[in-house]
């Protein structure tokens, strides 16, 4: 009886039940999972999930390292007048060689994870906690120095929801720490090639060839990475800005700061979103004066729309702003490593959370399909260098269905 039925009628039906029932949709029947895993039920879903999100009903998201246990955990908890008082454990079965992973970016509800100890990187994990599908994927190994950098990137593409890592490796010059030697090695990972690559835009981009340091801040918004950097000028000066990486054309393009932050310390800038805007951070952390302050982009791309918004003053406590709430308020990690909220009253209210201060994330949870259509594998280098432990490892595990 089910053929009776136009296969748009079921889409629509399907895209309002419970993600759990949508994955036990998939055992129904063959044209069932097909339309499950398909790109336009999962691009129908995951903007229903969005316009939830947006209109109020948020979940946030928090990682960190439990020093007592040694433990790295993810927990959630509502975005309303509970936050804080009751929070669910998300369960994380990887193990980092070091203490835990670094968080590279988490976008349309899936996480980019690196384990890169001493700036080595083998490999980074793609991570769907809501439908618990997980892939490694390996980074090609380009003979790194120890006078070479590599940042990364991630997004999710806005057209297609094909994840996408971007590499970024470049000759670090010690006496001078800023300047680049040569133009960058630009890499791009998608999801649906399954291998690495160069950017659909080339790898020769005047952008990055007058970049001198991309940071590890990021984040992406519009379906845009964007990373706080500086550039060498020719007068000597640093000029610190926001280079962009458009994840549907895979170009590389610049964004002024405000003018009173363009020689800036750039270790002092972090970039974030507030209250669907791109904003900017400035720290001052003289002791006995810690404060940040937040800087707001009214209308994207326009530099002159920049805004301060206000500063908040936490002196002998401030160390980091790991994020801000759904209303706005700030949730930042104080030196004693206590996770708390700032309000807009300038209250300050804990979350009853300890960690490691450079563990810590906050991101806007979100229930997606993606990766629904992969099976849980490794990802292997496209020049055919893979490593016979590393496969039979994932063999034991997929055996064991650890994976």
Known sequence: MLEYFPGDIYLQILKWLPLNFILQCRIVCKSWNSLVTSNDFISVHHNLTKSIIENGNQTLLIRYFDRTRKLEQYII??????????????????????????????????????????????????????????????????????????????????????????????????????KLQDAPLIDVFSLSSGGWRQPLGGNHNSTLHKMIRLTWSQVCYNGVIHWVACDWQHDAMLRCLIISFDLVHEVFDEMPLPDVLTHHDVSSLSIS???????????????????????????????????????????????????????????????????????????????????????????????????????????????????????????????????
């Open 77 to 178: 908890g509502k975005d309303d007048e509970t936050f804080g008082l009751n929070f669910s454990n998300i369960d994380f079965q990887y193990a980092s060689t070091s203490a835990y992973f670094r968080v590279v970016g988490y976008c349309d509800g899936v996480f980019c994870l690196s384990d890169d100890l001493f700036d080595s990187m083998s490999k980074v994990i793609l991570w769907n906690p809501s439908i618990r599908k997980s892939i490694r994927v390996m980074v090609p190994n380009n003979e790194q120095s120890l006078t070479q950098r590599t940042v990364l990137g991630f997004g999710v593409c806005p057209r297609t929801h094909d994840p996408k890592v971007v590499r970024i490796m470049y000759a670090h010059n010690f006496s001078m720490p800023h």
């Open 273 to 403: 979103t507030r209250k669907g805007y791109l904003v900017m951070l400035e720290y001052d952390m003289e002791r006995g004066k810690e404060c940040c302050g937040v800087w707001a982009m009214k209308e994207y791309g326009v530099a002159r729309s920049w805004e301060k918004l206000y500063v908040v003053h936490l002196p002998g406590m401030l160390r980091k702003t790991i994020g801000f709430r759904g209303n706005g308020d700030m949730v930042v990690a104080l030196k004693n490593h206590e996770l708390v909220t700032v309000e807009c009253t300038w209250n300050i209210r804990s979350l009853d959370v300890y960690a490691n201060i450079r563990s810590f994330f906050l991101g806007s949870y979100m229930e997606s399909l993606i990766l629904i259509s992969q099976m849980d594998r490794q990802m292997y280098l496209v020049n055919g260098d893979d490593d016979d432990d590393t496969c039979e490892e994932y063999r034991d595990k997929k055996e064991g269905g650890h994976v």
